[in-house]
């Protein structure tokens, strides 16, 4: 019953647990007159090798203790069959967790190093992603149960945001990101330049360091792409004294300076618009497809339909939305790919007249219809259960539907 009671209040994880109940029966042994000196020794060997949740020393914790019972104890009979019982239970234990593979530190990492090795992972060619805040992205359980519901819809792109940084420091864990790489998931850390727009200018120095840091910081844990929100000027016209030229300028510089910066780590270097910047020129948030397209591997648009308030056909046909917006986008660059926002989110979708699960396939279907590199689903919420249906038999029926042509066509050449 001591055994049980221990087993289930003071740990589930078998290191610790030993570590801790080995400590508990300690707690006997001064009482415990050995025979000599040595058995002395034995006990302040037994005492330091239990002060850390090292499966390996307990396991030698335990073998000293059975020694020190087997050269002999002077005590009542009472205890020294206590002892030697709650010995050998641990022992068992230590036995069947040996045979189950015990040697991991913890549970979260005996999950983490069953997975496929980092080395196997290589870029999708097409981006299927979502959108993580942080603290989804900070807690292995959450992040463990979003990879396995993406698996099954074929996603293969997590987005994830990397602030708050303390200390201008990624807070996303790197046995995370290795976790996202073991399962064949891009990791793109997300780094917010200026929150709503840059509203004051020109910007201190330290502020454009502490993002570029926070984009090496991410790197560093083993992020394979940086891909810069906010990078603008705020939309509503508070710093209309800055040439439109010196904004481009502002723009590009930071992000051809980032791009720079970063070189030695081999990420790549992404960079959201707005969803009219693709279909417009001179905008005054300073963003412009051509100039991006100089100083960014990837381009994001945000083509969010609920979006595009000055067009009623916009905001009410998900698939011409997202359509237009990244056929553009694709003809106004020559070296960066496109990678569209889509809305995966119910604001104003009653306005198109479909079901949300609808509204969320004709988005999917305009992206392939494109022809530019992918997609990530935008929802602050984290509220994808319906997204991942959609996009799991889309792409079911997909493959199922070049199985029977491909079935067909051999057929035919027989």
Sequence with gaps: MVFLYFRKRISPDPACFLSEYTHWLLTFMPRIKFYNTSRDNH???????????????????????????????????????????????????AGIHMLKGGDTENADKSKLSAQPSVAAYSRPEFYRGIYLTNPSGKHIEKLQSLVSRAKKA?????????????????????????????????????????????????????????RINIAKS????????????????????????????????????????AKAELKPYNVRIAADVFGRIPLNSGDGIGQRMEGLDKVTDVICPMAYPSHYTW?????SDP?????????????????????????????KVDRSGLSYDEYV???????????????????????YSVPFKVAEDFYNHKSNSQTRTTSQKKQTVL
């Design 43 to 93: 006990y302040s060997k037994v005492y330091q090798l239990t002060k850390t949740a090292d499966i390996s020393n307990n396991r030698k914790a335990i073998l000293y203790c059975r020694e020190s019972i087997l050269y002999g104890v002077s005590m009542k009979k009472f205890s020294f069959l206590t002892v030697a019982a709650i010995t050998a239970i641990i022992s068992v234990f």
């Design 154 to 210: 074929n996603i293969n792109v997590f987005v994830i945001d990397v602030q708050p940084a303390p200390q201008s420091r990624c807070s996303i864990p790197k046995e995370n990101v290795d976790f996202l790489l073991k399962n064949g998931i891009h990791p793109v850390a997300r780094v917010v330049c200026f929150d709503d727009g840059l509203k004051v200018y020109p910007i201190p120095e330290s502020v454009l360091l502490n």
């Design 218 to 257: 991410a790197c560093d844990a083993g992020f394979k792409e940086i891909q810069f929100d906010y990078i603008r000027f705020n939309d509503y016209g508070t710093l209309g004294r800055v040439p439109l030229q010196k904004r481009y300028d502002f723009i590009e510089g930071f992000l051809s300076r």
């Design 311 to 315: 067009s009623k056909k916009m905001m």
């Design 319 to 347: 698939y011409y939305t997202v359509f237009l917006t990244s056929s553009r986008a694709k003809e106004r660059v020559k070296q960066a790919e496109i990678v569209s926002y889509i809305q995966a989110f119910k604001i």
């Design 361 to 383: 396939l004709q988005q999917i279907k305009a992206v392939h219809d494109s022809k530019i590199k992918g997609y990530i689903l935008w929802n602050a919420a984290q509220e």
